[in-house]
């Protein structure tokens, strides 16, 4: 066995449950989204595929009262769940705020924003992640 090959079996195990938390604190903030009324609220797994993030919520908002609403909740959230936001931009505006956790980035839109940035799109090869099991 070759030294890269040592190398990754003992990263892989300690990366995984880091993995695990980050993808459950990315289903409790697509919740959020949801029952917050945001629509075609998605959770991209972007682990293998993008040194910035393990994950990217993404999810369209009703107005900008209600995006700005829901960045400022969702911010709130993370504190209270050892998430910190690292940074936020965009949310004075309301038509696309994101919400940096670090592991987790959120994006909210406006219907025209989310059209234009097409995030799905440009991670198209990106696993989306399962989160509405418990959802109505």
């Not at 989204?33 to 393990?54: F, M």
């Not at 829901?70 to 038509?95: C, K, S, T, Y």
């Amino acid at each position: 066995m070759t030294q890269e090959n040592n190398d990754k079996k003992s990263i892989t195990p300690s990366a995984e449950p880091k993995l695990e938390v980050s993808r459950g604190f990315a289903r409790e903030i697509a919740r959020l989204a949801y029952d917050r009324h945001c629509r075609e609220v998605v959770i991209l797994e972007l682990a293998d595929r993008s040194p910035v993030a393990k994950h990217f919520v993404i999810g369209t908002g009703t107005s900008e009262q209600q995006i700005r609403s829901v960045a400022h909740e969702m911010e709130d959230f993370g504190g209270e769940r050892n998430f910190p936001a690292f940074g936020r931009a965009g949310i004075q505006q309301g038509r696309w705020a994101i919400v940096d956790f670090v592991d987790v980035v959120v994006h909210l839109f406006d219907e025209e924003y989310r059209k234009f940035y097409d995030l799905e799109l440009l991670w198209g090869d990106a696993p989306r992640v399962e989160w509405q099991q418990n959802c109505k």
